[in-house]
């Protein structure tokens, strides 16, 4: 949001929290913010960079790209806003809200039930209530949302993909893991073979699936194909470098330069170094019927 229409505000209900992954824990503490009084502007604060890296020099891995979060906040009814974290880690919990809520004129304050904050994250759920108390703010704490009777976060999320179990993931965040990364050129060596793909690469700061053929279906020009994806290291071109390669099919388009969303459905295979292209063909071509046959089973549950 900028900084005039910032001033247009009258009053906000904002949502408070690390919000790294939109998970469903994190939609609660949303929606709740939300749902709020007329003349309130729902408003998600958000950090510049997230406070791990600023404290500890790293951070988490994301689950979901910014400007897939943009979209996803965007469709939930809730505006971003950002602050750099650098100026404001050294204010004491009370300060941080009063500063907050002064700048965002705050009548109503959205959290988790686990929500930390202010130096050396010394506020918690109760000072929260206190301080909101003591300056006329409503506050909503959210509960823990569970996944097989453990509460979801972004840890374990991170743990599920790094197992390859994406449909945990799924569960958890409530959406499909998805990323939509630029098309990069590459050898078309999958054309070559009759599987033309996409090549994308993981920035440092996203979560890598553990490597292996994934079941996928990617979003091209506003239409959704079923997709197969391989993510790892392409042992059998031994060119060494890390990447997400999908073959989309019923497209065979230059996507070059793109942005295209590919989501994870189902985890295939194992990556396997063949002894020839000739066999690496027929796998690939085994792994798009598989892949094929995810899609129909997905859509048939959806339907």
Known sequence: MKKNELKNIKASSVALGTFDGIHLGH??????????????TPLILLFNEHPHTVLYKTAPKRLITR??????LQRMGITPVYEDFRSIMNLN??????????KYKIRQISCGFNYHFGKNAAGDAMSLKQICDDNGILLKVSSAVSYDEIPVSSSRIREALTKGDVLSAR?????????????KQSQKLGRTL???TINQYFPSDFIV???GVYASFSLVNEKVFPSVTNIGMRPTIGDGVMGSETHIIGIDDNLYGENILVSLTQRIRDEICFSSLEE????????KQKALKAWEDMNEKEN
Do not use: H
Not at 93 to 102: K, L, P, V, W, Y
Not at 280 to 287: F, G, N, W
């Open 171 to 183: 569960n958890m965040l409530g959406r499909w893991f998805s990323y939509d990364f630029t098309v």
């Open 280 to 287: 690496l063909k027929t796998q690939i071509a085994s792994d």
């Open 194 to 196: 009759g599987f033309p």
């Open 27 to 40: 939609r609660k503490v949303i929606e709740n913010a939300v749902l709020c009084k007329d003349g309130e």
């Open 67 to 72: 400007n897939q979060q943009e979209i996803l």
């Open 93 to 102: 919990s009370e300060d941080f809200i009063i500063e907050m809520a002064r």
């Open 209 to 211: 699936p553990k490597y």
